[in-house]
Each structure stands twice: as structure tokens, then as C-alpha cells.
């Protein structure tokens, strides 16, 4: 009796388990244009970015080459959508310091890697795309997230083209499911042993990596890096969630990768096959 006992138990927080992790399927007209797309990643820009990333130049080549895009938006000082990856410039422009803590103005008069390309607003990016490209757009972490979530939603409203959302912030996703239910939102994630080496506590690793909060943020897509995948990606698949990839370089298993992911996110190399028109 007592194993019959401890069997049910067993069986009673497996169940309760899937229900934490089980992400929600993909509807099928919004999540169609995403299915078998290459999307550059931050744009079709140049490895030693005389092309920078998430520049004008880098979204206005991938609409010409037909490839689908993914980008980054965040908030300036002054409350301004950019896109941007780095909560710092320090790396793609000489000055130092958060992006928020910069107005507009003062981040477009900085040069990107030294070339002509400045820091774009996110209309004028999805104004060169002009719904050419389906576009993954990612919303980076911050406490401000309800302001970015707003403005973001607000501009994609006003814009033709497929588009779908994305964030590694539960929070973010969380948001969409709430206030705009009719978008294909998805959770950016990573294995377990890079969440320990990022030096997240263990408790937000196993979070994470697991996305034990899907119950909560009911993510349409699982966009996952590199390592062990995590068992809501297979159990999503079985019901109809997307998977999408990042990032794909030009030395990675792409027969692979194809097999395993709906979506890919590539860089460094032009992909053979364009699912788009």
C-alpha cells in the first residue's frame, strides 16, 4: 500500500510539474510567417561592424536580401524607443554609460564602431522594413519594463507586417499575455550551466533554464541558446509551441538545427535558403 501511496504522489507532482513548465501552442495565421524563417540577427550586419548591428544600413539589407530580422528595443532618459542590444554603449560607440541614462539626442550623436551609423529609433527601423521582413523584436530587462511595454505595443499597433515579441524578463512576457494577447509572444532562455556562469543565483538558474513561471507568462515560442534544451521545449513542440534558435554562426550543425527549430536566428554568413518573399 505504501508504494501505491508514493506512486501517486510521484505522479501527482509530475503532473503538477508540466503544468508549471508547459508553454501554450503557437497560433497558426500569427505564427505562419515565423515558421521556417532566417532572421538576422540585430540586422545583416558585418562581422568587424563596418556594418554595425542594429543599425539603419543592417535592417535595410536584410529586407532586401529577404531574410526576416530580430532586434532589440529599450528606453533612453527621456523615454525614446531605440534599437539597441547592450544596457551599455561601452562597447559599440567611445563614450561610457547605461543607455538609459542618455537622452536621444545625445546617444544619435554618437558614431557606432566609428562609422557613420548612429543608434536608430524603433520607428525608423520598422519604417526602412516596412513589413518586408517578419520581425522579432526583444525587449530587454528593466524595472521600467511597463513604459517600454507600452510603447513598444503602441508603435507595433501602427505598423503593417508580421511581428512577434520576445524577452529574457518573465516580466515582459508576462505583460503581453495580459495586454495584448493576440501577439505571438515568446521566452528567451538559456541552459542551466550558462545562467551559473552569468552568476545568477542558483534559484533563478533552476527558473530559468527549467521556466517553471510559463504557467504565469504563458509563452507562445521557447527562443533558446546553446546546451541541454529544457523539457518545455519538447513537451511544447508535442502541443504546437514554436522553438526558435539563436544565435546560428556559420560553422554550426544547420541540417541539425533545421530538424530541431522552426525559427532561426543567424550572423557572420548568409544562409542559403530564405523562407520569406
Known amino acids: 500500500m505504501g508504494w501505491l501511496i508514493a506512486a501517486c504522489i510521484i505522479v501527482f507532482l509530475l503532473i503538477c510539474y508540466c503544468f508549471l513548465i508547459l508553454p501554450r501552442p503557437a497560433k497558426k495565421a500569427p505564427s505562419a510567417p515565423f515558421k ?6 540585430r540586422g545583416l550586419y558585418e562581422k568587424d561592424q563596418s556594418v554595425a548591428e542594429n543599425s539603419l544600413e543592417a535592417f535595410r539589407r536584410a529586407a532586401t536580401e529577404g531574410y526576416g530580422v530580430e532586434l532589440d528595443v529599450q528606453l533612453t532618459k527621456d523615454g525614446a524607443v531605440v534599437v539597441f542590444h547592450d544596457d551599455t554603449v561601452d562597447r559599440m560607440t567611445a563614450e561610457k554609460g547605461r543607455v538609459d541614462s542618455f537622452t536621444l539626442s545625445e546617444l544619435q550623436a554618437m558614431p557606432l564602431m566609428g562609422t557613420e551609423h ?3 529609433l524603433f520607428t525608423d527601423v520598422m519604417a526602412v522594413l516596412d513589413g518586408k521582413s517578419p520581425t522579432i523584436v526583444e525587449l530587454k530587462s528593466t524595472e521600467n519594463y511597463p513604459e517600454l511595454c507600452e510603447k513598444t505595443l503602441a508603435i507595433l499597433r501602427t505598423l503593417k507586417g508580421p511581428y512577434c515579441v520576445e524577452s529574457f524578463d518573465p516580466r ?26 552569468a552568476g545568477l543565483p542558483l534559484w533563478r538558474c533552476i527558473m530559468m533554464h527549467t ?15 546553446r546546451g541541454h534544451r529544457p523539457l518545455c521545449m519538447f513537451l511544447g513542440h508535442a502541443i504546437g509551441t514554436m522553438r526558435v534558435f539563436w544565435t546560428e554562426r556559420p560553422d554550426a550543425d544547420h541540417a541539425l538545427l533545421q530538424k530541431r527549430y522552426d525559427c532561426r536566428i543567424f ?11
Not at 494577447?181 to 541552459?191: A, I, K, Y
Request: glycine share 4%.
Open 172 to 197: 515582459i512576457v508576462r505583460w503581453f499575455y495580459k495586454n495584448a494577447p493576440d501577439l505571438v509572444r515568446g521566452q528567451l532562455t538559456e541552459s542551466f550551466s550558462h545562467w551559473r556562469e
Open 211 to 225: 521556466l517553471c513561471i510559463n504557467f504565469l507568462t504563458h509563452p507562445q515560442f521557447i527562443a533558446f541558446g
Open 267 to 277: 550572423e557572420h554568413y548568409r544562409p542559403e535558403k530564405r523562407y520569406h518573399k
Open 118 to 120: 548612429r543608434i536608430p
Open 36 to 41: 521556417g524563417l532566417m532572421a538576422a540577427h
